[in-house]
């Protein structure tokens, strides 16, 4: 199991994981999103190679549309 910090809480998740296993399981699936993994942005391309390693902190933004 993997320990993550995620926008300020702790969750566990089965390991290994990616970014992009993350944002499947979260449900952010297809929405504009910003990562930022341990104080670095994880580029849209990486989500898919980026491996989550227990102890990684990250920041989740989901873009919303509108005026």
Do not use: C, W
């Amino acid at each position: 199991m993997l320990t993550l910090k995620i926008n300020g809480e702790a969750r566990q998740f089965p390991a290994p994981l990616t970014v992009a296993g993350l944002i499947e399981a979260l449900g952010y699936t297809g929405k504009r999103i910003a990562v930022e993994r341990n104080g670095e942005i994880v580029p849209k391309s990486q989500h898919g190679h980026a491996a989550l390693a227990s102890g990684d902190q990250l920041e989740i933004v989901v873009a919303v549309g509108g005026g």
